[in-house]
Structure formats: structure tokens, C-alpha cells
């Protein structure tokens, strides 16, 4: 019997474990993860009105509900207060990282560290329900807010700012997050990007959503389309699609709503300003494209106002001590998912997902990306099964001081999570702190 640990229970977690149980019937796996609750980005991502792509949450299950998969929450790897590296890899035969991109890229700009600018993925969370997120006030004061970015994580926080209560009632969004979106005096979203439309990054289909939003009105700029020189006609499908979408709406008169987005481009920020001891704007660079799929700065500014500002220019992996890491990368050194330390494979060690490949792709590219490093680890297998450890993981934690959160945990946590949105007149309502998910992963 081999005994393999998957860090992270996300899909890259549990598509590497689905891919090991599947092609060997003498492998079991424990899924670890640092959080009570399993899915990864599915839960912690995924905006909740988007409840087909938060479905997925349901084939996950079904990994983790296998005889010879078992999920262990709670359990820290590596940092403070984490199970050492070294230690974690005498538990087990092999040990496979799956730990994301855990934070996000910097503008690196000017006034970045003023209160009222925050990462996309700190606003995320928080209404996700991380019970890492706090509630910073994000909203508090803001009329206007500015979106640093065009792929689909800042197409989500865009929609999310300017959802009504009702189209988020029936969501899993937890009751304070709600509120205070339901009580926003925001009127206005700016999602600005540097270079032009047909090099943003967002799909057409969460495009599109933006022109069903009850009460809002789309804009977008003529004059900035028109600096986009590209042919339609050469791009890639999606690509294509979306300039057809912008183009669409930029013909569009004007209507009265109460809320709008304006979909800016070809700005590049260089500084964010102060007023009032928080941000007050963004000044922005005209850029104008060079030519070489990039923009070029020309000396021409403009100040967009904003009391909010959420950066949305991509997620960074981050290093786990005890293991090699690239920081040019933000990955973990590998070959094939074999672990290199000095260049040479570390007997026992995998990645795969984000900390393998960088933040890229989308959910589903994390399958052949699990499933070369699953390869990898089978072919060494014969090796890895030669070394002796503990019979059951489990016993070892709990005297390392490690009380894991099993299955039943985790089911105990959905069953709060149910009656707490019966109490609400809700649907499911999620749990948004530690003490209150660990207790309700401990009820009998």
C-alpha cells in the first residue's frame, strides 16, 4: 500500500487524488488542507452568483468521498505553527503540494499603501467568507471605485459591487457581506486596463453578464476602441467576441440607471492619490499601442476619482518553508512534478496546480496538469513504497499537536451552514469565521 498526502484540497488537490485512486488500486490518499473546509478557489473564488461554476463543488465531492481518499482539515504545512516539510514527508511515501497562488501581484506604484486600495483578492474573500477576510469597511464612504484590471476575477468584483440585494439574497454570500453590499452608496465602477480590448483577458460569456445587471448601465469609450487598431477579423474566436460586445455598447445611447460601470482601456496607473487621509483617485497614463503586442506611455494623464480601489492584475505563488522556490516564477521548481532541489528530483516530492505551472489556465487545465504528475509519482512508486511509515498519518499529527477536521467535520459545517440561512429566510449561508467553523466541524 502506498500512502500519498495531497497539500491542498482545491481541484488541483483533488484531481491529482482522483487520478492516483483511479490508476492504482493500492494507493490512499489523505487530502490535507489548512482550512476546515475543502474546495479550494471553488469555494473561496468563485463569486457566489455563480452558482454553475460553484457546482463543480459537487464532482470534488465525489473525490473526496472515496474509500481510499480521506480529507483532513485544519491541518497547517509548513511556516508558523505548520507541520514542518521534513516532517509531513516521513508521514508518507509521497507528498503533493497543491497550494495555489496564495496572493497577488503589486502595481508597484505610488500611493499603493493607502487605506481604501486593496488586492481583488482580499475583496474576494471576504465575500467568500474566508474566515481569514475581515471586514476592512471596503465600501464605507465609497461612491466611486476603480477596477485595475480586465480578466474575469475583475469582471466579478466589478458585478458583485453593483449587485442588488435581491439578485444576491438567494446566494451563499454571508448575511454581513449582503448587507453591507445592499447598503452601498456606490454608484460608479471603472475597470480600467492598460493595453486595449482585444488583449483583455476576461471570456465573453462573463463579458455579457455585465449587460444583464438589473439598474446598471455599461459604457464604454469610442475613442478608446478606436485606438485599438487590430483587425477583428484576425483575432481568435473569444477575442473576437468580446470586442464585438465593448463595440456593441459603446454605440449604445445613454440611459438613466442608478449604477454604472464604465469599461476603460489603454490607461496605465503610475499613481494612486491621496484625500482625506484614504484614496481619493487614480491617475492614470494614456498609453497607445506599440506596435509589439505591448503600449507606450504618451506623457498625457487623467485622475479618475475613487474612494475604493481593488488591483486585479494577477495571483503569485508564494514560498512554503522547507521547500525550493523560484521567485522569478513564483513557482516551485519541478520537473515533470517531481520536485528539483540543486536541479535534481527530491525523492518523494511533488507539485501540481498554480505552484507548479504559475497562475494559468482555468479550472480545467488543472487536470493534465495533475494527471503528468500523478504519471510521475506512479513510475517511482515501486521506489517510494520501499521506505516505512507510520501506519495511520493520523496519530502522528495529533501528537505533533495537529487535530485534523475529518469528513463528518466538514459535514457538520454544512449542516450549520443550512440551518443558519433557514434562521435567515435564506438558502445556505456561509460561516465566516474560525471559532464558529471549528465549532461546527466539532458538534457530535
Not at 83 to 109: I, K, M, Q
Not at 119 to 129: I, P
Not at 350 to 378: D, F, M, Q
Request: with cysteine.
Amino acid at each position: 500500500m502506498l500512502r500519498v498526502a495531497v497539500v491542498g484540497s482545491g481541484p488541483s488537490g483533488c484531481y491529482t487524488a482522483q487520478g492516483l485512486v483511479q490508476r492504482d488500486p493500492g494507493v490512499h490518499v489523505d487530502v490535507l488542507d489548512r482550512l476546515p473546509c475543502p474546495y479550494g478557489l471553488v469555494r473561496y473564488g468563485v463569486a457566489p452568483d455563480h452558482e454553475k461554476i460553484k457546482s463543480l463543488q459537487n464532482s470534488l465531492r465525489s473525490v473526496l468521498e472515496h474509500e481510499r481518499v480521506r480529507f483532513l482539515g485544519g491541518v497547517r504545512v509548513g511556516g508558523p505553527g505548520g507541520l514542518p516539510v521534513e516532517r509531513l514527508r516521513e508521514l508518507y511515501h509521497a507528498v503533493v503540494y497543491c497550494v495555489g497562488a496564495a496572493t497577488d501581484r503589486r502595481l508597484g506604484v505610488p500611493g499603493e499603501e493607502l487605506p481604501g486600495s486593496w488586492s481583488a483578492t482580499e475583496f474576494v474573500s471576504w465575500y467568500s467568507a474566508h474566515p481569514d477576510a475581515a471586514d476592512a469597511g471596503f465600501l464605507r464612504g465609497v461612491r466611486s471605485a476603480v477596477v485595475i484590471g480586465v480578466g474575469n476575477v475583475a469582471v466579478d468584483v466589478a458585478r458583485m459591487l453593483v449587485r442588488g440585494a435581491a439578485e444576491l439574497r438567494p446566494t451563499d454570500i454571508p448575511q454581513a457581506a449582503l448587507d453591507t453590499l445592499a447598503t452601498s452608496g456606490l454608484t460608479e465602477v471603472h475597470m480600467v486596463g492598460r493595453r486595449g480590448p482585444a488583449q483583455a483577458r476576461f471570456t465573453t460569456k462573463e463579458l455579457r453578464e455585465l449587460g444583464g445587471l438589473p439598474g446598471t448601465e455599461v459604457t464604454v469609450d469610442k475613442a478608446e476602441l478606436a485606438l485599438d487598431t487590430t483587425d477583428a477579423g484576425t483575432l481568435p474566436a473569444g477575442q473576437r467576441r468580446n470586442v464585438e460586445v465593448l463595440r456593441g455598447w459603446a454605440t449604445q445611447p445613454s440611459a438613466a440607471a442608478a449604477r454604472r460601470i464604465r469599461l476603460r482601456f489603454f490607461l496605465r496607473p503610475v499613481e494612486l492619490l491621496e484625500a482625506g487621509g484614504r484614496v481619493g483617485a487614480v491617475r492614470f497614463e494614456r498609453t497607445v499601442p506599440d506596435d509589439q503586442g505591448g503600449v507606450t506611455g504618451t506623457g498625457r494623464y487623467e485622475d479618475v476619482p475613487a474612494q475604493l480601489v481593488l488591483r486585479s492584475v494577477g495571483y503569485r505563488g508564494v514560498p512554503l518553508a522547507g521547500l525550493p522556490f523560484d521567485p522569478a516564477s513564483g513557482t516551485i521548481p519541478h520537473h515533470e512534478g517531481r520536485v528539483l532541489r540543486d536541479g535534481e528530483p527530491s525523492p518523494g516530492e511533488y507539485v501540481a496546480g498554480w505552484i507548479k505551472r504559475g497562475p494559468t489556465g482555468v479550472i480545467g487545465t488543472n487536470r493534465p496538469c495533475a494527471k503528468e504528475t500523478v504519471t510521475s509519482l506512479l513510475a517511482d512508486a515501486p521506489a517510494l513504497g520501499r521506505a516505512e511509515v507510520p501506519a495511520d498519518p493520523v496519530a502522528a499529527l495529533r501528537a505533533a499537536g495537529v487535530e485534523p477536521v475529518p469528513w463528518n467535520g466538514w459535514l457538520g459545517i454544512e449542516r450549520a451552514e443550512a440551518e443558519l440561512g433557514v434562521r435567515l429566510g435564506r438558502s445556505v449561508v456561509k460561516l465566516s469565521d474560525w471559532d464558529t467553523l471549528l465549532g461546527a466541524a466539532r458538534l457530535p
